[in-house]
């Protein structure tokens, strides 16, 4: 039994590459600039699925069929297909005819049901998607990754599915797990793009998430449920939420471990939630003008909602994020901003901590190093800790600052 | 009977006055500008009152002190006594006692009980408020009060409670009231600095309404909270709602004319809508940083709260307002946040209006001629329509776009 690990590092040689998955990409000629935008990841006997998608009430017409896929296959997936410079989003019946259509002929090139395909799409919103220059390129995109199980393949996935991304967005870790079986050797791969919503015309966070063992696609909703809550749920640039939000967990069984087995479950939950905390941070870091990442923790809430509720309140505030860009150690802002979220909370009993330092004590100003606490929220990451005196609950949030740099990204496309 | 008259330009020989009150300020030095900080209305006879405040947990010494007094003094108000410069906020127990000797000692001079002094404060949270440099210059406001009932005086007064405010903000308004006791004529003057939250250190919207009508406490109070829920509370620049927020209007029956009568009521009803509505525009448009003012309709809502949540969501939205920063007609923007509002929307009935065109029709692009769009968008003053095909309430909301100059006005500050 070794120590779990996770490897943060992007380059090809670092990558963990787990059993039964190859990957490909290619430019279809989605994206005006003519980089690759077709993303294909293939399970060549399958695995079993689940995946979370986003809450908002207008949905792109993949979250649709992917989610009706699911259900018709009972968890089941061939292959993942990704298109980026489309969201395929606000596009009506035609919409949905148009990813359907990309199912139905990846499915007939692997020779499974539509419903075995899943599709996701990101990039401009209310454009019609067109899917015959995707399906022109599937049988090419298919033949690519059955010649690769490699690094390169999952790289060049990362590179397709990016938008407004400046980088690719992998980690992937790996496990012994022992069992009356013997013991396996267990891989875990996680590939992201973008985080919330941050782009004008190229919106949505999609997470992909490969692993060799074995497993229902009942235990993988529940123990991706759990990795996301304390991870990719807890982070927040700019407040928006996408149309077209997608985290997929899929599991090959390849490597002859079970989920079954509790100690192999427990490894991989860990697994899980140190991917997707370094997928969360990477998404976080390389939000459009991001100068400093936030690590803000709500601690002392009623329950794990109230402090969510907080958290978010004060990571939305406008006045709070743009004080963070000028690293202004400016407490009163975030007093305020937990002043007005809705909990019931008495001023009198919050203290607030920027870096090692308690800024404000019972509500009310007190002594400290404002060079220092300056010079802490200064650092590319810095630790905001805000005690609410009402309970024993806490959550862990990612934000970012606001930067003028965010409004000129932002302000400065037009349609 | 004369129709009703709202006059908006704020130079002295336009401004309305309503007999009973004279108004003064001076600099007593708490503004490190040196600029006038401390402004003085009185009612010679006194004048009935009532408040709304603040919903933020986090509230101000004054707010604590002011809501005490108008409960103790049964609604009745001798002075209202504003400093800017310093919000008396998040000073504890010390700043309740420091603006409680500010209105003893204003009490003293008028020959009144503390209670019927009215204290707001405005400007940086977290420092202490010197009691004793206010103390110190009274005398001299009330002299210099007790010699001008003026629109100098009223000029005097709405410079001296500006903080971040480019241009001081009054609107009057003035109608004759017919009852058996004959014709009189009423006027109402407003005077207001801020808009929410909008600046660093200087916190609070602070708005007073002076009438000569007169009327009990209860009264005012209904008139009061039915005219702000469709003007003032129905604004929004970044979200940030302030500790110090307060509406006071006050009443000295000085014209005979009373609200007790119907007509009068109705009158004086539609003049508080009119006034605030113009305050209201006045503080929006004089937002931090603002290019654009929208006047943003959310219309077919179940609700007017239903029709509020959905104006709130798309006006702090920050992906929407960079987009208006930009005048770019970004339709997609705004249907992804009326979708993450919370409302169970169907976005297949949801309509959007840019001036007079729609963009999106049944939640899906429909073709509009996009240069218009971006002509009406660049305007100073644009309407936006969302109808969401719900039911038949509605609401009209003021809000601003977000600019790079708002995020450089906010970070650069440093404690």
Redesign the interface.
Same mark, same amino acid.
């Given at each position: 039994m070794t120590t779990l690990r996770v490897e943060l590092r992007n380059s090809p040689e670092k990558i963990r590459l787990p059993l039964g998955f190859s990957f490909s990409a290619i430019a279809a000629g989605l994206k005006v600039s003519g980089r690759p935008d077709l993303a294909l990841a293939e399970a060549a006997s399958g695995a079993a699925a689940a995946a979370l998608f986003t809450?908002?009430?207008?949905?792109a017409a993949p979250v649709e069929v992917g989610r009706a896929g699911l259900l018709s296959s009972g968890g089941r997936v061939r292959a993942v297909v990704v298109n980026s410079g489309n969201a395929n989003?606000?596009?009506?019946h035609a919409g949905i005819q148009a990813c359907e259509r990309v199912c139905r002929e990846a499915g007939r090139l692997f020779g499974v049901p539509a419903a075995e395909v899943f599709p996701s799409s990101t990039g401009?919103?209310?454009?019609r998607l067109p899917a015959e220059k995707i399906c022109a390129r599937l049988p090419e995109l298919v033949i690519l990754s059955a010649r690769s199980h490699s690094q390169r393949g999952v790289l060049a996935f990362a590179h397709a599915i990016m938008t407004t991304d400046t980088r690719p967005k992998i980690a992937s870790a790996r496990f012994r797990a022992s069992s009356t079986e013997g013991s396996k050797e267990v891989t875990l791969l996680g590939v992201a793009k973008g985080a919330g919503?941050i782009h004008?015309?190229l919106?949505t966070m999609l997470v992909y998430l490969f692993t060799d063992a074995g497993a229902s696609p009942r235990q993988l909703q529940s123990l991706l449920r759990q990795a996301c809550d304390d991870s990719l749920n807890c982070i927040s640039i700019?407040?928006?939420?996408?149309?077209n939000d997608t985290v997929l967990l899929l599991a090959s069984g390849a490597s002859g471990a079970r989920v079954r087995d509790a100690g192999t479950r427990k490894k991989l939950s860990a697994a899980l939630n140190a991917v997707c905390q370094s997928l969360a941070e990477q998404i976080v870091s390389d939000g459009e003008g991001v100068q400093h990442v936030i690590r803000l923790f709500v601690e002392q809430a009623r329950s794990r909602e109230e402090a969510l509720v907080v958290a978010r309140t004060i990571a939305?505030?406008?006045?709070v994020k743009?004080?963070w860009?000028?690293a202004?150690?400016?407490?009163?802002?975030i007093? =305020?901003?937990?002043? +007005?979220c809705g909990v019931?909370?008495?001023?009198?009993r919050v203290q607030i901590f920027i870096g090692d330092q308690r800024v404000?004590r019972?509500?009310?100003?007190c002594a400290f190093n404002?060079r220092q606490a300056?010079r802490d929220l200064a650092q590319p990451v810095c630790d905001l800790r805000v005690q609410l005196g009402r309970g024993r609950h806490l959550v862990r949030f990612l934000t970012t600052?606001?930067? =003028?740099e965010?409004? +000129?990204i932002?302000?400065?496309?037009?349609?």
């Open positions: 809450k908002n009430r207008v949905v989003c606000a596009t009506g401009i919103i209310g454009v919503m004008p015309k919106a700019d407040g928006d939420t996408s149309t939305h505030s406008m006045l743009t004080a860009a000028g202004d150690p400016n407490w009163g802002r007093l =305020a901003a937990v002043g +007005r019931p909370i008495d001023p009198s404000c019972n509500g009310i100003a404002e300056h600052d606001l930067t =003028a965010y409004v +000129r932002n302000a400065d496309y037009s349609t």
